[in-house]
């Protein structure tokens, strides 16, 4: 269990290494992370990538939930994480070929992709859809759902999050999740373009 002054000295760790966008975006989407996990009850985070990696740069805990795994500053992988998937979703095949070129795709699950072609097929799917899925593919019994959330011009600037056990998300949850970050990007794009 997590004390206050442990929760704390992380949270400051993650922001003391952000950069000033990042704090403002990081501001500008704590208010909709609380709305969303309280609504969903439901761990909620907004990620950006940074090179190679996503970064998590705002967290709202759900009623009863620590966010276990879920820290502000924690770098992820952009194969295996409904964030990173949900901001690979904006790169063409030509980008994520120079993204990737040389670079194993670490496993961590029998359910991680380790194949960029089998990645390149899921992100078709992720724009079609308009969210991400991670099914046990970072973590045994842990599954999350993401949206990109886009500039006016379409580009991808970072993704809403959400993430929890097995049965907190079951499959059969996945799609009212990924609407609710749908709606919940959308209205944080909208607030980032001043609308």
């Not at 989407?29 to 909620?44: G, H, K, M, Q, S």
């Not at 996945?174 to 749908?182: D, Q, S, V």
Request: aromatic share 4%; net charge positive.
């Amino acid at each position: 269990m997590t004390n206050g002054r442990h929760s704390l000295g992380l949270s400051l760790t993650g922001i003391a290494s952000q950069s000033r966008a990042e704090v403002d975006l990081s501001a500008l989407t704590i208010p909709y992370l609380r709305e969303v996990a309280a609504r969903v009850n439901l761990t909620a985070t907004a990620a950006i990538m940074k090179g190679a990696e996503a970064v998590i740069i705002g967290r709202a805990n759900a009623f009863q939930d620590v966010g276990g795994g879920a820290w502000v500053g924690r770098h992820l992988d952009l194969h295996c994480t409904a964030q990173g998937k949900a901001l690979l979703s904006g790169c063409s095949n030509e980008e994520l070929n120079r993204l990737f070129l040389r670079r194993e795709l670490a496993q961590y699950t029998s359910k991680t992709t380790i194949s960029l072609d089998a990645l390149k097929a899921q992100l078709a799917e992720v724009r079609v859809r308009g969210y991400a899925i991670n099914d046990e593919e970072q973590v045994h019994g842990v599954r999350a759902v993401a949206a990109p959330i886009l500039d006016p011009l379409g580009n991808v600037m970072t993704c809403i999050s959400v993430r929890g056990s097995l049965d907190k998300i079951p499959h059969t949850r996945f799609a009212e999740l990924g609407k609710e970050m749908i709606r919940a990007a959308r209205d944080i794009a909208l607030q980032i373009s001043g609308y």
